[in-house]
Nanobody, 122 residues
Framework: QVQLVESGGGLVQAGGSLRLSCAAS????????TGWFRQAPGKEREFVAA????????YYADSVKGRFTISRDNAKNTVYLQMNSLKPEDTAVYYC???????????????WGKGTLVTVSS
């Protein structure tokens, strides 16, 4: 079993930045591919970014490409999402995800965090 705990959400003005963190416990973190998803009110959960377990590849949704950066530190069992140039449409609950395949869709996710709210004001 794996526990994922997100932190770093909050309220930010448009154009600002936030860094989300996700701390993992319960299983060898290096065995898992990880990523971030988000869910806005009234919408389905959508893919944001993913990173392979060795950090050799990253993947991004078109809507965040060039603004968000995913990274991980296997020594700290932590994955990060640096979010720059935030827009009101980035407002959502952001979920950390992990699995045994690259987590580029919800169907590939084995473990979910409980989420952290990001609100971007205009």
């Amino acid at each position: 079993q794996v526990q994922l705990v997100e932190s770093g959400g909050g309220l930010v003005q448009a154009g600002g930045s936030l860094r989300l963190s996700c701390a993992a416990s319960g299983r060898t973190f290096g065995d898992l591919h990880t990523g971030w998803f988000r869910q806005a009110p009234g919408k389905e959960r959508e893919f944001v970014a993913a990173i392979t377990r060795s950090s050799d590849s990253t993947y991004y949704a078109d809507s965040v490409k060039g603004r968000f950066t995913i990274s991980r530190d296997n020594a700290k069992n932590t994955v990060y999402l640096q979010m720059n140039s935030l827009k009101p449409e980035d407002t959502a609950v952001y979920y950390c995800a992990a699995g045994f395949a690259v987590v580029t869709s919800t169907g590939l996710v084995r473990y979910w965090g409980k989420g952290t709210l990001v609100t971007v004001s205009s």
